[in-house]
């Protein structure tokens, strides 16, 4: 026979025995790599056993075994198999390989400790060694189990007995199981007629309420169709009660305005009343004014006709006084004369005793006449001055009364002239105020439109937010507000929020771009690196992803020109300077018409292909 042929690893302890699967992993680490030098992560310890005689239940002249050593756990091979530990300890000791004489493995130390034992632990040891320790211990274990089996038999045995007793007492029933089975026959036959009857009235009753089934199912797909079409109405009518409820609200704004309008109404017609009130007031003043006027002027009339004819009797009279106070003049100076001749000629010696006394008399005489002279000289200058100032008076009130007489046609011009600016002013009021009352219920309904978009724009926001992570929106969120307080440039807000297409294309485009469409458009990266440094330093939560215009690149796409395919990116109304991330994003993609194009063109053309319906190629 040929010796075994082995490979072994010599360390400071068995890696064969059991003992090293009861090592710590860093223990096993020490055990397989010590020192420099790259670690070693495993190990194996192969056995290569000569099998001519068969020993070894596998038909094969070698069986290797081999066991590697890991950090974690180990494992064996059997003839380049991997099998359980389990299978290779029945496999050695199917060949005599006992767990039970652990002495095919000698340790270190162990033959020192051997030759320096008694007699008494040799003789131990042989024993071990010759294998009678295992037959002890089976022969014990075999003890048992007879004392075990030895048990089972009286078990047994009672059992047997039991059932001999259990027989009989079936044999008994035998019996009467008979006679059962003879009444259970026809009990079973009557219940059959039984049964029969009922199966028959049952498959009746069934028949008919298949048919109430088939009459209620057409009743519910009546039901069904009326229940869609109620719920349309409703729909509709939800719509309408809606319209009618922002008419309603327009309609209720438009009244609070007629009557603030009406309010004012009254307080201008109150203000127009008084104003006529006033006016007929002032007319009423004018025409008393103008009665008083004229009754002055016809005294005043009469007064200078008074005093006219009064005038004309006074001057005659005046010219008459004169003339006669001249002839009186002339006749008291011829008389004088004729006088002063007289005494002249008498001599005045009689009648004055000197001349002395004669020229005081004359004197005297010349200062009374001269006196009396000026007395009448000044009567007449008093007469003239009033005959003056009376004319004058007269030219006055005449003057007035022509002046009061075209002031007064002045006062009706002009009344006429205001009434007609006030009637041209209020029909400008009408006109303006009507233009301000449709601009007051444009504006309402302006109002109302704005927030009914702004209720629809809220509800269209809670649904898109609903569709992202909550991360995602925390980081919008937070961007949003950075930009906000910091009042940062070059933030142009997520890719949604930057471009436009048509309504049949968003399915496409959502399931092209999926979570892309959150993504922020920033013009340089360092705006970005700047928003993320804020972010970490207040501690924002939130995902965020940056789309840098300066940093993307792309290349012309030379597109297929058929009318079964639509390049993406030609639908999207966007701004240039988005073109970049426009292209990053759609650019490689193709709106197919049918599911079979977009698989062809997918092959062919090597892009991204998808339809209307979203389905992705």
């Known amino acids: 026979k040929r010796p075994f042929r082995f490979q072994a690893v010599v360390s400071t302890q068995s890696t064969g025995s059991d003992e090293f699967s009861h090592m710590r992993p ?22 290569t056993f000569d099998n001519t005689d068969n020993r070894i239940p596998i038909e094969k002249e070698e069986v290797t075994i081999r066991r590697v050593i890991g950090f974690k756990k180990d494992q064996y091979f059997l003839d380049k198999k991997n099998v359980t530990k389990t299978d290779v300890m029945n496999l050695l000791e199917s060949a005599g390989f006992s767990r039970s004489n652990p002495y095919y493995i000698v340790k270190q130390g162990r033959i020192v400790t051997m030759a320096t034992a008694p007699d008494s632990q040799r003789l131990k040891l042989l024993r071990e060694v010759a294998g009678t320790r295992v037959y002890d211990e089976r022969k014990e274990e075999s003890l048992g189990i007879l004392k075990d089996t030895e048990v089972k038999i009286e078990k047994i045995d009672e059992f047997l007995q039991y059932i ?24 079973r036959s009557l219940e059959y007629t039984m049964y029969d009857k009922e199966l028959r009235e049952v498959r009746d009753k069934l028949e008919s309420l298949d048919q109430q089934r088939l009459e209620e199912g057409d009743r519910t797909k009546d039901l069904t169709i009326h229940l869609s079409t109620t719920a349309n109405e409703i729909k509709f009518l939800e719509r309408d009660l809606k319209e009618l409820e922002i008419k309603t609200s327009s309609t209720r704004t438009e009244r609070d305005q007629l009557a603030e309008e009406r309010q004012h109404q009254i307080r201008e017609k109150a203000k127009l009343e008084l104003d006529l009130k006033d006016l007929d007031d002032i007319c009423n003043d004018d025409l008393a004014t103008k009665g008083s006027s004229a009754e002055e002027l016809a005294q005043v009339e009469e007064q200078i006709k008074t005093a006219q004819e009064t005038l004309d009797q006074v001057v005659p009279q005046f010219h008459e006084q004169k003339d006669l106070e001249e002839s009186c003049n002339s006749q008291l100076r011829i008389n004088e004369q004729r006088r002063a001749e007289l005494y002249a000629k008498k001599g005045r010696n009689l009648e004055f005793t000197d001349q ?28 003239e001055r009033e005959v003056c100032d009376t004319k004058e008076k007269i030219a006055k009130i005449t003057e007035e009364i022509k002046e009061r007489s075209e002031n007064l046609d002045e006062r009706k011009k002009e009344i006429e002239e205001t009434n007609k600016e006030l009637g041209e002013a209020k029909i400008k009021r009408d006109e303006v105020q009507n233009k301000r009352k449709e601009l007051w219920r444009q504006d309402s309904n302006f109002e109302q439109s704005l927030n009914t978009s702004k209720e629809q724009l809220d509800e269209a926001e809670r649904q898109l937010r609903s569709t992202v992570s909550k991360a995602f929106n ?23 929020e930057n471009f436009k297409c048509n309504e049949k294309f968003f399915t496409a485009v959502e399931v092209t771009a999926g979570n892309r469409l959150f993504y922020i458009i920033v013009d340089t990266d360092k705006t970005a690196s700047q928003i993320l440094s804020i972010m970490n330093k207040n501690k924002m939560s939130g995902e965020v992803n940056f789309l840098p215009l300066n940093r993307l690149s792309y290349k012309e796409i030379q597109y297929p020109t058929s009318n079964d395919v639509i390049p993406m990116v030609s639908k999207l109304e966007y701004n240039q300077i988005f073109k970049p991330a426009m292209e990053t994003i759609f650019g490689k993609t193709l709106i197919c018409r049918s599911l079979e194009i977009a698989s062809q063109y997918a092959r062919n053309e090597h892009m991204d292909c998808i339809t209307l319906d979203g389905d992705q190629v």
């Open 26 to 47: 860093e223990q096993r680490q020490q055990l397989l790599h010590e020192g420099s030098g790259p670690r070693v992560v495993n190990a194996y310890v192969e056995i």
């Open 164 to 187: 001999e007793e259990r027989l009989k007492t079936l044999e008994e029933e035998k019996e009467e199981l008979k006679e059962y089975q003879k009444w259970d026959r026809m009990h």
């Open 356 to 383: 002395k006394k004669r020229d005081e008399w004359i004197r005297t005489e010349l200062k009374t006449y001269g006196s009396n002279l000026s007395q009448k000289e000044d009567q007449l200058k008093t007469v």
């Open 474 to 496: 925390n980081g919008i969120d937070a961007i949003k507000k950075i930009v906000r307080e910091k009042n940062i440039s070059g933030v142009y807000g997520p890719l949604i």
